[in-house]
Each structure stands twice: as structure tokens, then as C-alpha cells.
């Protein structure tokens, strides 16, 4: 079955503009989750969509947000881009979150801000 | 809140070594705990889990043992390939995944 799919890939983005970064889970699978990977702070989790509502939240600034869709397909949208917005976001999803069979983790999106 | 502490790296070993990776957990109850792995430009995998006390995750030649009275969840491989070389996650999880600060390992060949 195929896995998790986030796209783009790779976005390079100019300071103040905003970006939409989107993920489709394993067909099945209800939750999805997000997270921030940088070199400094590591991985670091944004937050969570269970059935298109928000179910956890990581202490990110609110310029960060997310949906969720009846497909289960989720978006994640940064707003006013800073320079150490720069990251791999990488998106996971399980089929309840709540399992105990861990994330299956997609490829990531690569955001550079400039 | 729940933390996870896992041995820095670099670590560099030559084919065929054993592995050790530390990893120790602070955590209320019992949580899941899980190792991951990250190959260059790529996402995580689940290499591992174990959910409860005593449990023996293995996968691929990797194995970790979950240690409640140490709080530990130390990876081990009895001889590393050049193709072992990734970064590791120790994680564990109560209403979400938290992971270390990953340790990346090198195999010389």
C-alpha cells in the first residue's frame, strides 16, 4: 500500500511570505501528525489532527496551523515565513494515534526561508 | 513532561563492530518505546518497539530491551554494515511521540 506522501518536496520561500505545505496519510489511517526537524532543536512536534480536529498541540507560535480534511489529507500552513522557519517538516500518520504500532513517517517537505 | 536522552554521536565504528546506543526515558506510567531511524534525505522508519516491561523489540539485526528499573531502551547490533550508517531516534509516547536528539553513527568499511 503506498505510504505517506508530502509535497512539495523541497520549497524555497522569501521572509513574510507564507507557505502551505500539504500530506496524505496511509489509506486508513485518521491520524495525522506533524513535526518540525531542524539540526539545532531536533525533532519537535507541532501538532496532531484526529478526524479533521485538532487533538494535540506542540509550543509553537501561531503562525503555525494546520486542517484536516474528511480524507484524512492534512495541511499545514506557516504564515509571515522567518528565517529560522527553516526546516524539514516532516508529517506522520497512524490509525488512531492512539496505537501502539508507532508513526509511519513520510519523506518530509524542505523549507528554506531566505 | 516526558523526556528522552540518548547518547550524542558522532559515532563512528568499522563494519562488522557492535553497537551500543543509550537511551533513557523519564516518563509517568508505562509508555511505548520505539527507536527510529533516518537514511540521508529521507524520513523516519520504524526500526523497533517495545510496549511494555521486559519486551525485546528486534528488526534488521537491531535489538533493544525495554528496562523499567533502568528507564532505559538501549539499541544494540552485534555487527554493523556500512549500510547501518543513519541517524537513530530513541522515542517515546503518551499522547504524542517525543523523540532524542538522534545519534548519528558512521560504519567505516
Known amino acids: 500500500k503506498a505510504g505517506v506522501t508530502q509535497t512539495p518536496r523541497y520549497l524555497i520561500k522569501t521572509r513574510g511570505q507564507q507557505v502551505t505545505l500539504s500530506c496524505s496519510p496511509i489509506s486508513g489511517h485518521r491520524s495525522v501528525s506533524w513535526y518540525q526537524q531542524t539540526p539545532g532543536q531536533g525533532l519537535q512536534f507541532l501538532f496532531e489532527?484526529?478526524?479533521?480536529?485538532?487533538?494535540n498541540k506542540g509550543n509553537f507560535p501561531g503562525r503555525f496551523s494546520g486542517r484536516q480534511f474528511s480524507n484524512s489529507r492534512s495541511e499545514m500552513n506557516v504564515s509571515t515565513l522567518e528565517l529560522g522557519d527553516s526546516a524539514l517538516y516532516l508529517c506522520?500518520?497512524?490509525?488512531?494515534?492512539?496505537?501502539?504500532?508507532?508513526?509511519?513517517f513520510g519523506s518530509g517537505t524542505r523549507l528554506t526561508v531566505v | 513532561g516526558d523526556s528522552v536522552t540518548q547518547m550524542e554521536g558522532p559515532v563512528t565504528l568499522s563494519e562488522e563492530a557492535f553497537l551500543t546506543i543509550n537511551c533513557t526515558y523519564t516518563?509517568?506510567?508505562?509508555?511505548?518505546l520505539f527507536w527510529y531511524v533516518q537514511y540521508p534525505g529521507e524520513g523516519l522508519q520504524l526500526l523497533l518497539k517495545a510496549t511494555k516491561a521486559d519486551d525485546k523489540g528486534s528488526n534488521k539485526g537491531f535489538e533493544a530491551t525495554y528496562r523499567k528499573e533502568t528507564t532505559s531502551f538501549h539499541l544494540e547490533k552485534g555487527s554493523v554494515q556500512v549500510s547501518d550508517s543513519a541517524v537513530y531516534f530513541c522515542a517515546t509516547r503518551d499522547d504524542k511521540i517525543i523523540f532524542g536528539k538522534g545519534t548519528r553513527l558512521h560504519i567505516l568499511p
Open positions: 506522520a500518520s497512524s490509525l488512531s494515534g492512539l496505537d501502539l504500532g508507532g508513526y509511519t
Open positions: 489532527y484526529f478526524s479533521e480536529t485538532q487533538r
Open positions: 516518563a509517568t506510567g508505562y509508555p511505548s
